[in-house]
């Protein structure tokens, strides 16, 4: 829930931790797994299902600020570092761990400047836990911690009320090793490297403090309250500044462009061909000259003939209806905004609740589709439908937060949740299918407009370009091409810890996808239909269904060619979520190709005159 609140000068800041992330290990970890200085009583702040799925945990800090009102040299605690926690704070550095913060909803950042020369900022999220360097003279590379913290709260003032709102939370990290007089008065202590009184303050010229067993570390930090022209509602703007944004228009643009080409082109080809087709079968009819029919009319007898497996069909194509109705309903929430990376965990939370809630369409699809197969045992088509995909889903889920578990991260999902994801499953969705399934199985059965031969038909020897895995494969290209750009962007928010908030520009690929799937599955089809092969159904959900290989695919090129994950563990993670979400974009893709020819195979033969 994002709430806007207005300070007055002197009020009381809190400064959250969260979760510390690696784009090198994807194993994020409680800020307090590292021996950083505790507030008097940890405190837990409460999480959505969203955020406690990615592995978030926010708690309380020591870090206290009163608005407004600037303070230096600050001090937070004095550690002595024992061999675990010097091991620990060596291991996160090498990992290159990134340690996150929130004040007022907002996540800390390192501000940079661009490379190429641009004034504008971009934002790092978090700060580094340390850094690696060697002294002079040496070539030992040793551990450095970041144990001073500059701060920089930037606020936009009320000119009536003279309150004010945050939208900035910066911060320059600095090693130094500090130094102080003695005796040490933990009460009141006087470091010598950092006293307000003196105006010395930390800089980057300072030594720094090198992580060592049995060695004492002090914590500070200042903080620096700077006025800004930027407006409360624009205030997360820095953050989703695209540093690539002419390459994403321009591909974007340029996947358009072709798609749209090929779909004009495909239409075109489609309809003369088609209406050409119809004309001379119909003409033939009246000439009394039709007793070699040849082409698709030829299997009209035996298309709409139900396909092996029909029941594991209809489980397929009743799984990708929910997938498309959340998928739907989510990019339009997106769209209008409810969606915003400022609200943690919202789009995987509202993902999780509309794919259960739309099991009421999958079981509808899937038992209308049975029944049409003239299927008789609804009630194990539904089970089914329930249970295959999720269940498939879910013990690799299990599986991969087993490993997670094993390395002590906050990233496995604690006990509690998995429950509660259960208690969904089986308390809400499953239920939901079969009052779909009883639905859909009361409603007639869709006639078919020409009957089905009782002998099936010899299907002719094919040429090598009509067999089957070469068809299915070459038509998962083409979806796969209108989407692999938008999926570069999605790989990279999720894997390389980017904010992804292009949603708009997502769902005109969306639609893109659902045409482009539609228009190569119907192609393919009817140059089957054409070489006189009339098992359609399942090679209509392959064909679209492919380009999920395609997918997996591209996720391992860019697992070798764009990530540096060190760990096994990290790896397996990520090839098993993409298994995942592979494994979804085959339900998706296959559905929509499957309805676009269902729906052009009955409308070809509902349109020429049969005997």
């Known amino acids: 829930m994002i709430i806007l609140i207005c300070y007055i000068q002197g009020d009381e800041l809190q400064v959250k931790v969260n979760k ?46 009163e608005m407004r009102e600037s303070r230096l040299c600050n001090f937070v605690c004095k550690i002595k570092l024992d061999a675990k926690a010097a091991k620990d704070f060596k291991e996160k550095i090498d990992d290159e761990y990134h340690v996150n ?95 307000p009184n003196t105006k010395h303050t930390v800089s980057s010229s300072e030594i720094p403090q090198e992580v ?58 489609m309809m003369r061909t088609l209406y050409r087709d119809i004309s001379k079968y119909n003409q033939l009819e009246t ?18 003939r139900a396909p092996t497996n029909a029941s594991l069909l209809c489980v397929y194509v009743g799984t990708g209806v929910q997938f498309f109705a959340m998928t739907l309903v989510t990019m339009i929430f997106a769209v209008l905004g409810f969606l915003s990376p400022s609200n943690r965990g919202g789009l995987m939370t509202a993902m999780l609740l509309l794919w259960v809630f ?17 299927g008789t045992e609804w009630r194990k088509n539904t089970l089914k439908t329930a249970f295959v995909f999720p269940g498939i889903a879910f013990c690799i889920f299990f599986i991969l937060n087993a490993l997670i578990w094993g390395e ?12 509660a994801l259960v208690l969904l499953w089986f308390g809400i969705s499953v239920p939901l299918v079969f009052v779909g399934s009883y639905f859909g199985y009361k409603k007639p059965a869709i006639e078919d407009p020409v009957k089905t031969n009782k002998i099936p038909r010899q299907i002719p020897e094919q040429a090598w370009y009509m067999r089957p895995i070469f068809s299915i494969l070459i038509g998962g290209i083409l979806p ?103 494994y979804s974009f085959f339900a998706l893709t296959g559905t929509i190709g499957f309805y676009a020819c269902l729906w052009f195979v009955r409308t070809i033969y509902s349109s020429v005159k049969i005997d």
């Not at 009583?41 to 978030?56: C, M, W, Y």
């Not at 009394?288 to 035996?302: C, I, M, R």
């Open 480 to 582: 796969f091409g209108a989407v692999f750009i938008e999926l570069f962007f999605i790989l990279t928010s999720i894997w390389l810890h980017q904010f992804y908030y292009i949603f708009g520009f997502l769902f005109i690929v969306f639609v893109i996808l659902i045409v482009t799937c539609a228009e190569i599955t119907i192609v393919l089809c009817y140059f089957q239909l054409c070489s006189e092969d009339y098992n359609w159904w399942w090679r209509s959900y392959l064909t679209a269904g492919s380009s999920a290989f395609y997918l997996f695919l591209y996720a391992t090129f860019y697992f070798f060619t764009k990530l540096e994950m060190t760990k096994l563990v990290s790896g397996i993670l990520y090839f098993g979520y993409m298994t995942i979400i592979s």
């Open 287 to 304: 000439q009394d000259e039709a007793q070699e029919e040849t082409g698709w009319k030829l299997v009209h007898g035996d298309v709409f």
């Open 212 to 269: 060592v067993e049995e060695k004492e570390i002090m914590f500070t930090y200042d903080v620096t309250f700077q006025e800004s022209p930027v407006k409360w509602a624009s205030r997360w703007d820095t953050y989703l500044l695209m540093t690539d944004d002419q390459i994403h228009w321009f591909s974007i643009i340029n996947s358009l462009m072709i798609v749209l080409f090929l779909s004009g082109m495909v239409a075109m080809i």
């Open 101 to 195: 913060m929130i004040l007022d909803n907002l996540p800390v950042a390192v501000a940079r400047q661009r490379s190429d020369g641009n004034s504008l900022t971009t934002y790092e999220h978090g700060f580094r836990v340390g850094f690696k360097a060697s002294y002079t003279g040496s070539s030992e590379e040793r551990h450095f911690i970041y144990n001073h913290l500059a701060f920089i709260v930037m606020y936009h003032k009320d000119v009536e009320t003279d309150s004010a709102r945050i939208v900035g939370f910066e911060v320059t990290p600095f090693s130094v090793k500090h130094e102080y007089e003695q005796p040490w008065d933990n009460d009141k202590p006087r470091l010598t490297t950092c006293d």
């Open 20 to 65: 510390l992330t690696s784009i090198k290990t994807q194993l994020p970890y409680e800020y307090y797994s590292l021996q950083y200085c505790p507030p008097n009583k940890i405190v837990d702040v409460s999480e959505n299902l969203g955020e406690v799925l990615r592995g978030d945990r926010i708690e309380n800090s020591p870090y206290v600020f």
């Open 358 to 374: 739309m099991g009421l369409f999958a079981g509808y699809a899937s038992s209308r589709l049975y029944k049409m197969f003239k």
């Open 408 to 419: 002590k991260s906050s990233g496995a999902v604690p006990f509690g949740t998995m429950f």
